[in-house]
């Protein structure tokens, strides 16, 4: 990525929700933001947005407000950049596969918040969206509901299938969700007097 903004990590995303009290979890509040960003929702819209899923007032604690408008211009390229940049924020894999898993639904659920914040705005809503966006949307609704009991090597290798299914399915909403193309006018066509 060439933005010149220091990449910020998953535990020190942590770090701070935690010495702030925030309601919302690392994963949740990452998945709102890029939600926010499929909207292209306005600065203003995702932080009011952001205050109230992490109950904060963010214009009170500097260190977090700009942590978060460095986290959504990271997410914001990285989104432009396609697959291979981007990566859902979760914890890393020595961490208990229920633990990853329920961040794996607290992600999509802030990211469903945060596509839902700002399609009230839209008349049409989702409507008006493609058949296939409104699927992805809906699959990712019924994997948000996922919880897993144990550890075992198949459960982790179907726990990194879905995470990639997710990430394939929030870029394409991303791009579906994209500004759209401006209508052009259809050619003028003079009319010859004879």
Not at 78 to 106: C, K, R
Not at 128 to 154: F, N
């Amino acid at each position: 990525m060439a933005d010149d903004f220091q990449p910020i990590s998953f535990d020190e995303l942590s770090q701070i929700l935690i010495h702030h009290s925030a309601l919302a979890s690392t994963s949740e509040i990452h998945g709102f933001l890029v939600g926010t960003l499929c909207q292209r929702a306005s600065e203003s819209d995702w932080i009011l947005g952001a205050q109230t899923l992490l109950e904060i007032d963010l214009n009170n604690i500097d260190n977090l407000m700009v942590m978060l408008k460095t986290l959504h211009q990271q997410v914001g390229a990285a989104l432009e950049e396609g697959q291979f940049d981007f990566e859902l924020f979760l914890p890393d894999s020595e961490t208990p596969l229920p633990l990853q898993v329920e961040a794996l639904t607290e992600w999509i659920n802030g990211f469903l918040s945060g596509l839902v914040s700002q399609a009230n705005s839209d008349a049409d809503g989702f409507i008006s969206k493609p058949q296939e966006t409104r699927e992805l949307i809906l699959d990712l609704s019924k994997i948000s509901e996922a919880t897993a009991t144990s550890d075992s090597t198949e459960d982790e290798r179907d726990f990194i299938e879905i995470c990639e299914y997710v990430k394939v399915a929030v870029l394409n909403i991303y791009e579906n969700f994209g500004p759209e193309t401006p209508k052009q006018d259809k050619p003028k066509v003079a009319k010859l007097i004879h």
